[in-house]
């Protein structure tokens, strides 16, 4: 009888909560997809309706230049941090390594320097070496500044892991690699792609290491969203920020989709 | 016995290459930098040689200050995404099963924006003739609008916003992991909510917390633009390593500063590592 | 094992990738522009220019004329064939070696320009810079919400503006201004003029409510300040979002600007970038920028076919009343730029 009250309770309070904090985060968002509609060419006095920002939006094939460059380099950060965090994260916690503590406090490092500092060491390394400025040089920094967000999610999914589950495997003769794909990899799975999808947000929130390590030819998309909306900004970039959005909501909804379909199928749970 | 140990030794073997892409990134891409700026930082700015006299040079009570401000409001921006953020990661943890990963969709999708938009956002949403100000002026409660930027209070809103899912996602994590057989065995035993709250949720799910808290503090000591953007005018450490890097273009100052922010901010890192906080289970 | 392979094998594929030599492209129809996002437009003279010649722009900005320099100097002058920045960058560039003369050959028309606009500090003899804009900040301010009438700085210090004034978050430009107030240059480094100036910015912060480098005419429109010193599009803006807003050219002495374009030294493409400055003067095009990026043109020629409306609008015109007054920011050694930084983080600090 408590016990069922007090779940009453909780079922009040929990979704009114959520609710609230969800729509706090996403009122500033529906006031950039509305203010891309704004007539006039400030992004903060509404000066009357216009889908004009959208036409010049499309007609601008330098958009879509840093559209297509942001998305092929957050899908190849999000891929290679993934791999790389992720066996970075099994061998660490399977390994007796020396300097496997060394290796971890470098590797996640990069959250704690300032990335001002790091992207003019960057371009002065990576102008002392030779290495070509572009998207190479982008997805290799990138890259590095990710790969923390997936091997921290990775390995602690793998410390709550049950280690027996590895061995009866190993016992009953699979082979380590087959141990690797058909029974760790999928028990991590969840962190990993949580992994990956904070990877890809870091990636398309990054500025200023992408602004020192680029080349003239690569440009991204939030590189030319912080430079513009600092140098007085016009709705164009809400617009953009809206297509971006819609094209997100679109995939994220399309996967979930997919997911309760194998879900329902594969577990009757 | 030695088949065994050989097993083991080429066990051993893989799980070194298994890090080793990883090790490679982390010399290549973050020591060298880190070596680089550091041995900015130790030599002359007319190249004669090793010195300490950047780290001298900051000893002065305003920059000090500048690092305590800095300090100061990444301890607000974890403190108010902690009071915030472990409700939300709790009542998500607790949320029927079908609803948590989308829930989770929610919390990271706007964090795929620039942050840069989103807080304009909020610049549109808090300005004078701002909704907010509309509505509680529509409302009757004001009759003045209420001047929100520009304050400190809408800095860190703006810092806290950009935050919080970082606060989310591990305290979710430490929750949704729990064993809340125990939670009911003290009630049952007679415990107030909040006396069980106290005593079982939040030791079993403090790992969480302390995680979020170092995924919140350490990547705030270092932002700088939120603050310009909401027009604060505050001097945080960014800003001082930006005017001396760029504005003064003295890199061995602005080096120095740099290292002395890095020191700091995996000092605390350490610390918390010490405390046995080992894993920033994010999720 | 396959997997991992794979991984170390794309990686290192990357890692050659990105060192491997850049081909030569000294004949690519290709120009690769440097500036700030937005500030030339696309589709009304970029578009046009790549169809008239068949070149393909790539545009690449930066959010700093600071930030500018140091990716500049870092590439030695190459991979750009077109920067648009400030003058006191223009200077720095100049005199660190970043530049290449243009071809005067090719640039016919420079004469298209205002003669009070060239033969300036960041180019005496008109070799290297094709200026683009010119600004002025100035007082923009609300008289629904300030009771004085401002005509000048010093007006600024009213104690009637308490918690009303938004300022340019800039150390060179907020305390030049307080400079100006006092009837001093600009650019002084006197010791004793720049510790009083740093008391009479002092005795500003109570009238201070925000403080920040770009967007001021927001906080104006939207009535959360009363006055904003600001650069002349954020004035321009902020009239377009409010007509009764009031526009103030400061008696005591005004503050002026030149955005230019020119050719790194190891340019990749200088053909096209000595084409693309030609193009940039002519009349037409110079005024569909000004028209388009709300400042002032340098290009007397452009004048004759810009719209009616730019002319009638004072922003952009009163420049020419006031070219006497009207002082650079220029650059300073490192240990002046840091008496001014020093001052403005103090001050701050205090706020």
């Known amino acids: ?269 | ?283 | 094992m396959k997997k991992l392979i794979c991984l170390l094998l794309m990686l290192a594929c990357l890692f050659t990738c990105a060192i491997a030599e850049t081909v030569n492209a000294k004949d690519e129809a290709v120009l690769n522009i440097f500036t700030w996002e937005g500030y030339i437009d696309y589709s009304t003279v970029i578009e046009p220019f790549e169809k008239e010649t068949g070149i393909k722009v790539n545009y690449a900005t930066f959010a700093s004329n600071e930030e500018m320099f140091e990716k500049l100097s870092a590439v030695n002058g190459g991979e750009y064939d077109i920067i648009l920045a400030s003058d006191y960058i223009l200077n720095a560039a100049r005199e660190a070696g970043l530049m290449q003369k243009f071809d005067a050959s090719v640039v016919t028309n420079f004469g298209n320009l205002n003669p009070d606009f060239t033969s300036k500090f960041f180019d005496p003899a008109n070799e290297y810079v094709v200026p683009y804009v010119s600004g002025i900040p100035l007082i923009v301010y609300d008289p629904a919400v300030v009771e004085i009438e401002i005509d000048g700085f010093e007006d600024l210090w009213d104690p009637s503006l308490k918690d009303t004034l938004g300022l340019i978050d800039d150390a060179r430009v907020t305390i030049g201004m307080v400079l100006l107030s006092m009837g001093q240059s600009m650019n002084t480094t006197d010791e004793a003029v720049l510790a009083e100036a740093a008391k009479k910015l002092e005795a500003l912060k109570e009238n201070i409510h925000v403080l920040e480098y770009e967007n001021l005419h927001n906080y104006v429109v939207s009535g959360d300040i009363g006055a904003a010193y600001t650069f002349t599009p954020f004035v321009a803006l902020a009239l377009d979002a409010n007509p009764d807003l009031k526009v103030v050219w400061p008696k005591e002495g005004l503050g002026f600007g030149i955005d230019g374009l020119f050719i790194p030294v190891n340019a990749p493409h200088a053909g096209n970038a000595n084409r693309f400055l030609e193009y940039m003067l002519r009349p037409e095009v110079a005024a569909v920028c000004a028209e388009w990026q709300y400042y002032c043109t340098p290009n007397a020629a452009a004048l004759d076919v810009i719209g009616d409306w730019y002319t009638a609008r004072s922003e952009f015109m009163g420049i020419f009343d006031r070219m006497n007054d009207a002082e650079f920011v220029l650059n300073l050694p490192a240990a002046d730029e840091q008496k001014f930084q020093d001052i403005w983080t103090t001050f701050k600090l205090g706020l």
């Not at chain 1, 001002?116 to 982008?138: H, I, Q």
């Not at chain 1, 091997?151 to 699979?174: C, H, Q, T, W, Y």
């Not at chain 2, 066990?11 to 070194?16: A, I, K, L």
Request: include cysteine; aromatic fraction near 10%; charged fraction near 15%.
């Open chain 2, 1 to 283: 016995m030695t088949h065994k140990q050989q097993k083991e030794r080429a066990q051993e073997r893989r799980n070194t290459l298994f890090f080793a892409p990883m090790a490679v990134l982390a010399v290549l891409l973050v020591a060298l930098p880190l070596i680089y700026v550091l041995g900015m930082s130790l030599t002359a700015n007319d190249g004669s040689g090793f010195t300490l006299a950047n780290y001298k040079a900051l000893l002065r009570a305003d920059y000090l200050l500048v690092f305590a401000n800095s300090l100061k409001l990444a301890f607000y921006t974890t403190a108010v995404s902690l009071l915030i953020g472990y409700p939300f990661g709790y009542c998500m943890a607790r949320a029927p099963r079908g609803w948590k990963s989308l829930l989770m969709m929610l919390v990271i999708i706007p964090f795929w924006t620039s942050a840069l938009v989103r807080i304009f956002g909020w610049k549109i949403l808090l300005q004078g003739n701002g909704l907010i100000n509309t509505v509680l002026k529509s409302l009757g409660l004001i009759d003045k609008s209420i001047k929100f930027l520009g304050s400190y209070g809408s800095v860190l809103l703006a810092m806290v916003y950009c935050m919080i899912s970082f606060m989310i996602l591990p305290c979710h994590s430490a929750v949704d992991k729990m064993d809340f057989t125990l939670v009911e065995a003290s009630r049952d035993l007679g415990a107030k909510p909040w006396r069980a709250f106290l005593d079982v949720t939040l030791p079993l799910t403090l790992p969480g917390i302390m995680a979020g808290c170092v995924l919140v503090f350490v990547p705030s000591v270092g932002i700088f633009y939120l603050s310009d953007i909401m027009g604060g005018g505050l001097v945080l450490v960014g800003n001082l390593i930006r005017d001396q890097l760029l504005k003064v273009r003295d890199w061995h100052t602005g080096s120095a500063m740099s290292v002395l922010l890095v020191v700091l901010t995996a000092g605390i890192y350490l610390i918390y590592r010490r405390c046995g906080g080992d894993d920033l289970g994010v999720m």
């Open chain 1, 1 to 269: 009888m408590a016990g069922s009250k007090r779940k009453k309770k909780r079922n009040l309070f929990s979704p009114i909560y959520l609710t609230l904090v969800l729509l706090i985060l996403y009122l500033p968002i529906l006031m950039v997809v509305v203010y891309s509609f704004n007539a006039g060419r400030t992004i903060s006095a509404w000066q009357g309706f216009s889908t004009n920002w959208y036409t010049r939006l499309f007609s601008n094939g330098l958009m879509k230049d840093a559209l297509v460059n942001s998305l092929v380099l957050a899908g190849l950060s999000a891929a290679l941090s993934g791999g790389i965090g992720t066996l970075g994260a099994i061998g660490i916690s399977r390994s007796h390594f020396k300097f496997k503590g060394a290796v971890e406090s470098l590797a996640t490092l990069p959250m704690m320097i300032p990335e001002l500092v790091l992207g003019m060491a960057y371009l002065a390394l990576f102008t002392g070496v030779g290495v070509k400025l572009g998207m190479g040089a982008l997805v290799l920094t990138h890259t590095t500044f990710c790969v923390p967000y997936v091997f921290i999610n990775v390995k602690s999914r793998l410390v709550g892991m049950d280690p027996a589950i590895e061995e009866a495997a190993r016992d009953l003769g699979a082979k380590p690699l087959r141990v690797l794909f058909d029974i760790t990899l999928p028990l991590i799975m969840p962190a990993v792609i949580s992994g990956m999808m904070l990877a890809a947000a870091m990636s398309l929130d990054d500025v200023v290491i992408s602004f020192f390590v680029t080349s003239a030819e690569t440009t991204t998309l939030p590189l030319k969203i912080y430079t513009g909306l600092r140098s007085g900004g016009t709705p164009e970039i809400n617009a953009l920020s809206t297509l971006m959005l819609a094209a997100i909501f679109i995939f994220v909804g399309l996967s979930q989709l997919i997911k309760a379909k194998s879900d329902k199928m594969t577990s009757p749970r």
